[in-house]
């Protein structure tokens, strides 16, 4: 069966080390409303401490932008992403992040640019534009 | 311990060698497609697998889900494959095959392990969905290509999409269309046809918005589109108008693959061509298996 062979490269994957993406890694375990909520977020706290704030607000935005994600591309509720987890790996290809990016504008009564729209490829990176232009809009 | 031994004894498995191919001749297109349905040997798998870069290896270990690590899998293949085969008299080893990115991130063949050979001005772009991966190659004249299910469901309302990111005279056609779903069908082959020019183009989404230019169906011709850039003019000191200037160095063809996608192409034209439609060949494959020549395409 073909699952095996795709099963035993991913196998393989797992045993051997992987190189790490992001610098600062801080697991934090995030509860909502008492129950333990099955997504995990490395947070990058490299800002300066006056926008350390911001970087509380960025777990709510990336559980949001999350969910929107996998609503899109059909996924189970209990599918694991994080904040790295690039949108193509998901399966998802140009129409759906497009999709993706209204879903977004939808939800945080926003309007992104296409050109920057079209760039955002994880999920830590469709927050973090959020955060900006949400910024923008309440300045 | 007991993958690795599975790894190493692929090594030793010999690779079939890759029947090779005639180029495309100039302003014709050779598209090429794998329906992953259709590839369920193990075995098989294994080999492809062995085919690809550490790099690439590393990208489908990254897809989350079998099917599509499968399929990353297949499309790399097919790339390399299919490139693989169109050298003279014979076909190199795929495995030798280098790619680099243009300065937009649009991926070309590198050629510079074989600096002493007559190396073809090859072209080729890839797309793919869940169930079908599709590579287009030309000579000389780069290419974009857009393969979509044809049944896929848009998640928004067609028109509300069309207006947020199609120009003002797409979303006019649009608008006229009183089925839903003829019109989602339009809006679909639209929306291959706009990503199969700006992967033509090459030069990322920045230099071609979407909003920023027009296809359109060539009246009186069957399979024939043209494409307009809107641009703004002055019409006085107080007014700007959009015109939509009509742009011939793009050539479109639109068909249906295997029933079931709609697959766009956008070639760079050849100004000898006199506007003739692309010529194109559609050939289904399993990598080192078996090629079919498709002869009755339906362009539309």
């Known amino acids: 069966m073909t699952t095996t062979f795709i099963s035993s490269i991913s196998m393989q994957a797992r045993v051997s080390a992987s190189t790490t993406r992001f610098s600062l890694k801080k697991h934090v375990s995030i509860f909502n409303n008492g129950k333990t909520n099955n997504l995990s977020f490395s947070l990058q706290c490299s800002m300066p401490a006056r926008l350390a704030v911001s970087c509380a607000a960025k777990q709510e935005t990336m559980e949001k932008v999350s969910e929107i994600v996998k609503k899109q591309l059909s996924l189970p509720d209990d599918q694991k992403v994080t904040a790295g987890t690039k949108f193509t790996e998901l399966g998802a290809d140009s129409l759906d992040t497009v999709e993706i990016v209204m879903g977004l504008e939808e939800e945080f009564g926003i309007t992104m640019a296409e050109e920057r729209a079209k760039e955002i490829a994880t999920v830590q990176q469709a927050a973090e534009l959020i955060e900006e232009l949400v910024l923008e809009k309440t300045a | ?300």
């Open chain 2, 1 to 300: 311990m007991h993958v690795m031994t599975q790894m190493q004894q692929s090594f030793s498995m010999e690779l079939p060698s890759l029947v090779p191919l005639q180029l495309p001749s100039r302003m014709e297109t050779h598209l090429w497609y794998v329906l992953p349905n259709e590839v369920k040997s193990t075995s098989l798998l294994k080999q492809f697998y062995q085919l690809l870069s550490p790099p690439e290896k590393d990208k489908v270990l990254q897809m989350r889900g079998d099917d599509l690590k499968k399929n990353a899998l297949l499309a790399r293949t097919l790339v390399r494959t299919t490139i693989a085969r169109y050298q003279k008299n014979h076909a190199v080893d795929p495995r030798t095959l280098m790619f680099k990115k243009n300065m937009y991130g649009k991926p070309e063949v590198d050629w510079q392990n074989y600096k002493n050979c007559n190396n073809p001005p090859l072209h080729f772009n890839i797309s793919h969905t869940d169930s079908l991966i599709a590579c287009g190659v030309t000579v000389h004249v780069p290419v974009g290509i857009d393969v979509e299910d044809k049944e896929r469901k848009i998640k928004h309302d067609v028109l509300a999409f069309a207006e947020r990111f199609y120009s003002p005279d797409e979303v006019k056609f649009l608008s006229t269309i009183p089925d839903a779903e003829v019109q989602r069908k339009e809006f679909i082959k639209l929306w291959t046809l706009k990503e199969a020019y700006v992967k033509a183009l090459g030069k990322g989404f920045s230099a071609a918005p979407f909003n920023t230019f027009t296809i359109q169906s060539k009246a009186g011709t069957q399979g024939g589109y043209n494409l307009c850039k809107t641009s703004e003019m002055s019409v006085n000191s107080l007014e700007k108008t959009k015109k939509c200037l009509c742009n011939e160095e793009w050539k479109f063809a639109l068909l249906e693959l295997a029933d079931s996608h709609y697959a766009a192409i956008c070639i760079e034209d050849d100004q000898d061509s006199g506007g003739a439609p692309m010529k194109v060949i559609v050939r289904k494959t399993i990598p080192f298996v078996e090629d079919e020549l498709i002869s009755e395409n339906k362009f539309l």
